[in-house]
């Protein structure tokens, strides 16, 4: 009998253990899917916000600027730096991770969140906020703008810049970004309008090779970059997206 009881007690200790250890598993599959819907859920909330206050400062634009169009002080205090910009030749451009602070602040106009866009790559099923500065913070939050480059609001002359992590540890970013060909459309959605752009090339870089990141006369593009290969940090993949006209 008290053979018995011990292996019944033996047999018990291991189905609990087994369970733990299944359990254990089961977490560890689930949670990049977990941390992934979280990370799609907040920026899904912070749209809902951003989207809300373009709506109502497009209601209450002072008659005297000529235009339903929200936050226009802030959009040709854009404008006038990106022309800054191409004029200077981007004399001030460095490697995108050495950036850390953005030199505008968007709540002096108005716009709250320090979110200053959208983009939304169909392709890679990746839609992610567009913060100012690549520190640390706004990195593991979303896309980064690259301080002295183009800001996303289009136009001739312009050469925005986003840089994303190739993965990040509770969401994809820019992980699949290889995934991207020539043609495929990506979309940026500002505080006025949404742009639309077009894949039109794709290069592997050195994270000291700036000039390939500079405005490219007479063109209206968006450029991708993250690290390359997957994991490492030695290189840059950089996708040149051009803007399509309705």
């Given at each position: 009998?008290?053979?018995?009881?011990?292996?019944?007690?033996?047999?018990?200790?291991?189905?609990?253990?087994?369970?733990?250890?299944?359990?254990?598993?089961?977490?560890?599959?689930?949670?990049?899917?977990?941390?992934?819907?979280?990370?799609?859920?907040?920026?899904?909330?912070?749209?809902?916000?951003?989207?809300?206050?373009?709506?109502?400062?497009?209601?209450?634009?002072?008659?005297?600027?000529?235009?339903?169009?929200?936050?226009?002080?802030?959009?040709?205090?854009?404008?006038?730096?990106?022309?800054?910009?191409?004029?200077?030749?981007?004399?001030?451009?460095?490697?995108?991770?050495?950036?850390?602070?953005?030199?505008?602040?968007?709540?002096?106009?108005?716009?709250?969140?320090?979110?200053?866009?959208?983009?939304?790559?169909?392709?890679?099923?990746?839609?992610?906020?567009?913060?100012?500065?690549?520190?640390?913070?706004?990195?593991?939050?979303?896309?980064?703008?690259?301080?002295?480059?183009?800001?996303?609001?289009?136009?001739?002359?312009?050469?925005?810049?986003?840089?994303?992590?190739?993965?990040?540890s509770h969401t994809a970013m820019f992980r699949d970004i290889e995934k991207l060909e020539i043609g495929d459309e990506i979309y940026i959605e500002n505080f006025r309008q949404t742009l639309t752009y077009r894949v039109a090339q794709l290069r592997i870089i050195s994270p000291t090779d700036v000039q390939d990141l500079l405005i490219q006369e007479g063109r209206d593009l968006v450029t991708l970059i993250t690290c390359?290969?997957?994991?490492?940090?030695?290189?840059?993949?950089?996708?040149?997206?051009?803007?399509?006209?309705?």
């Amino acid at each position: 009998m008290e053979r018995n009881a011990k292996r019944k007690s033996r047999c018990r200790r291991l189905t609990i253990v087994a369970v733990v250890l299944s359990l254990a598993g089961l977490t560890i599959l689930l949670f990049p899917a977990c941390t992934d819907f979280l990370y799609r859920e907040g920026v899904r909330q912070q749209k809902a916000s951003f989207i809300r206050q373009t709506e109502e400062t497009s209601k209450n634009t002072p008659k005297e600027f000529g235009t339903s169009l929200p936050f226009e002080e802030l959009y040709q205090e854009l404008k006038r730096r990106n022309e800054t910009l191409f004029l200077e030749k981007q004399k001030e451009l460095k490697d995108p991770f050495s950036y850390q602070q953005p030199d505008i602040d968007l709540s002096e106009y108005g716009l709250k969140g320090g979110i200053i866009g959208f983009v939304s790559i169909p392709k890679m099923n990746v839609e992610l906020p567009i913060l100012l500065g690549a520190n640390m913070e706004n990195m593991r939050a979303g896309a980064v703008h690259l301080t002295e480059t183009s800001y996303p609001i289009g136009g001739e002359n312009t050469n925005c810049v986003l840089a994303a992590h190739r993965g990040a540890s509770h969401t994809a970013m820019f992980r699949d970004i290889e995934k991207l060909e020539i043609g495929d459309e990506i979309y940026i959605e500002n505080f006025r309008q949404t742009l639309t752009y077009r894949v039109a090339q794709l290069r592997i870089i050195s994270p000291t090779d700036v000039q390939d990141l500079l405005i490219q006369e007479g063109r209206d593009l968006v450029t991708l970059i993250t690290c390359h290969p997957y994991r490492h940090n030695s290189q840059r993949y950089v996708v040149y997206c051009q803007r399509v006209y309705p």
